[in-house]
């Protein structure tokens, strides 16, 4: 009978532990497994050549106020689409090479080079090299705009290509909208 208390209270433990242990996971979160990772980040185009992947994000469980953390991959002959937002934003090249073009002059990068891109900056990034090239982005978060009102539904402004918040050309429309035809 002595044993019963014990063996209660060491239950009571377990379960604090692994109370404690979901409410870390929600309000906490430390780390993010490759399972969770998400796609569709701004930059990612239709039909592959740019993905961006949402990794320190409050989509993906964070509770990150200031920061957020993405890769963004480019394979060869591809670039990102020309956009800019409202916050810094560092890329750390892992692998790769290729030219940050940013308000319309280009600079050569490749792996171990880090680039920093201000605030309302137009640019995007062209691979010029052999192998897919592999960002780590780091950027602020955008929740609330510089402007008493940013001019799109996002606070990207993306003029090319085929991200959701794209926006397309007339001709770029009419193009997409015979290769879906077809």
Request: glycine share 8%; hydrophobic share 35%.
């Amino acid at each position: 009978m002595k044993f019963i208390p014990v063996h209660r209270a060491a239950f009571a433990y377990r379960c604090r532990l692994i109370y404690n242990r979901k409410l870390m996971s929600k309000r906490n979160k430390i780390v993010i497994h490759p399972r969770e990772v998400l796609e569709g980040a701004p930059m990612q185009q239709a039909g592959g050549g740019v993905r961006d992947l949402k990794l320190i994000y409050p989509e993906t469980g964070f509770d990150a106020k200031t920061l957020c953390l993405g890769i963004v991959e480019i394979d060869p002959g591809h670039h990102s689409p020309l956009h800019r937002h409202n916050c810094e934003e560092v890329y750390y090249v892992i692998k790769g090479s290729g030219e940050i073009e940013s308000e319309g002059k280009r600079y050569k990068f490749s792996a171990g080079c880090a680039i920093f891109n201000q605030p309302n900056t137009l640019h995007r990034v062209w691979n010029t090299g052999d192998e897919t090239i592999q960002l780590a982005v780091v950027g602020g978060i955008m929740f609330v705009p510089l402007w008493p009102k940013w001019p799109t539904a996002s606070p990207y402004e993306v003029f090319e290509g085929t991200s959701a918040n794209a926006e397309l050309t007339k001709s770029e429309k009419k193009s997409n909208k015979r290769k879906r035809a077809k």
